[in-house]
């Protein structure tokens, strides 16, 4: 028994004892149930709009090639700082969207070797950071809330931090390759 197999009998175990304690408690299951995916559905609805603006910001920006040009300008101070010029596609799209950051990970590590120093960065980024502006513009919008501004100042924080201290801590157990 692998472990894909534990994984679809936990599943219907799971529902099966939600059902019996929701029974239990004499609760309409399937009304419940048919609430909740409307509930679901409005929710869906509401976000939306903000989804599309997301996907539509995230491909002029990949599509214009502007982020080229800003690598080829920041590398001398990257190189000075000793943070790889590399990472840096990753450290601007992680932020913006999980599945572009995938695919730049993806990319670098088919590239530059799945046990690289640079696949191993942009692993650890992959793992430690959030999609930041793309949370805030999705959930936030979708709720109301306007003031953003701290929420995205510590969340960029946040993704600041993990590419250093993805450098920092791959540099040290793994070295410099």
Do not use: C, W
């Not at 976000?47 to 996907?55: A, E, N, S, V």
């Not at 599945?99 to 530059?112: E, G, H, L, P, R």
């Amino acid at each position: 028994m692998n472990i894909s197999n534990i994984g679809n009998m936990l599943i219907p175990v799971v529902v099966f004892m939600i059902i019996i304690v929701a029974v239990t408690k004499k609760v309409n299951v399937y009304d419940e149930f048919i609430e909740g995916a409307k509930e679901g559905l409005g929710m869906g609805i509401s976000i939306f709009p903000y989804l599309i603006g997301m996907i539509f910001g995230i491909n002029i920006l990949l599509k214009s090639e502007i982020l080229n040009h800003l690598f080829v300008f920041l590398k001398p101070v990257f190189d000075i700082i000793k943070i790889p010029v590399e990472v840096l596609p990753m450290a601007i799209i992680r932020p913006i969207s999980g599945n572009a950051s995938f695919a730049v990970m993806i990319d670098m590590i088919k590239t530059y070797g799945v046990d690289s120093y640079l696949g191993r960065i942009v692993a650890v980024m992959q793992g430690a950071t959030d999609t930041t502006i793309y949370v805030i513009s999705l959930y936030f919008g979708s709720v109301g809330i306007k003031k953003i501004r701290y929420a995205l100042k510590a969340g960029l924080f946040a993704d600041l931090v993990t590419l250093i201290m993805s450098v920092l801590l791959i540099s040290i157990f793994f070295g410099v390759s």
